[in-house]
């Protein structure tokens, strides 16, 4: 599953990344967010409308960015929310996982909008 939807690079997945993630299940408290998502079980929606009303609710500036090795269903789901009125979108390198392999391109993407948008 990491290299076919988290991340776009299966050279990433290294044993330290997987020593490290299987760590995280293993602190006090876990509660195994990973399965969670992947299973829906984080979903506050059941609809994709409602998830689109919830969007198109909030007045402050959006941004959705979207990674060039983003499995087809979620890029479906970015395209959607980019496509919105007030919503800017951009796009990376890496998948659903791009905060974690590419961090300097989601920064250079982040500290622009958050200028923009943020006030002092």
Not at 22 to 44: K, N
Not at 95 to 109: D, H, K, R, Y
Request: hydrophobic residues 45%; glycine residues 6%.
């Amino acid at each position: 599953m990491m290299s076919r939807h988290v991340y776009g690079d299966a050279a990433f997945i290294t044993p330290d990344l997987m020593q490290a993630k299987r760590h995280t299940t293993q602190a006090p408290g876990a509660r195994f967010a990973s399965a969670a998502f992947v299973t829906g079980g984080l979903d506050p929606v059941q609809q994709r409308t409602d998830w689109l009303d919830l969007v198109e609710s909030v007045t402050m500036a959006k941004l959705a960015i979207a990674g060039q090795q983003t499995p087809p269903k979620s890029k479906a789901e970015i395209d959607m929310l980019s496509a919105m009125a007030g919503v800017q979108s951009a796009q990376t390198s890496g998948s659903l996982g791009m905060v974690e392999e590419c961090p300097e391109q989601i920064l250079a993407v982040l500290l622009p909008f958050f200028k923009q948008h943020l006030v002092d």
